[in-house]
């Protein structure tokens, strides 16, 4: 069975799934660049309703996720400073087993968050 890279993100400022959070995945090729190999848009529960990489495309590296905290932020009514705290949430992380599951949730407000490697 090959591995799979999923997310959940969780809005803290509201208490509830990040429903229609844009995110976008990159991989970090040899010279040390980025380059963009998936988007998304979460879903009512804060999902992408599939895996963002998995089957052939899921190799192990370095990899990047981008979360667009501001925009959904400001799309939940909330009047943002300009420029916002946090804009964009950028998290770097390595894939190391292809077998397995790798899990990067997001726990959000405007002007904080969290991260881990969960299950």
């Not at 405007?110 to 968050?113: E, F, T």
């Given at each position: 069975?090959?591995?799979?890279?999923?997310?959940?993100?969780?809005d803290t400022a509201h208490g509830r799934p990040a429903a229609g959070m844009a995110l976008s995945l990159y991989r970090a090729e040899d010279?040390?660049?980025?380059t963009e190999i998936g988007s998304h848009v979460t879903n009512h529960?804060?999902?992408t309703g599939a895996a963002i990489l998995d089957?052939?495309?899921f190799t192990a590296g370095r990899y990047r996720l981008v979360f667009g905290a501001a925009d959904y932020f400001r799309a939940q009514?909330?009047?943002l400073p300009e420029p916002p705290f946090l804009d964009h949430v950028?998290?770097?992380f390595g894939i190391t087993d292809v077998?397995?599951?790798y899990h990067v949730p997001l726990l959000v407000s405007?002007?904080?968050?969290s991260t881990y490697r969960g299950s």
């Open positions: 069975m090959s591995g799979r890279l999923t997310t959940h993100v969780l010279d040390g660049s980025f529960d804060g999902r089957g052939g495309n009514g909330i009047d950028t998290i770097d077998a397995a599951h405007p002007y904080g968050y």
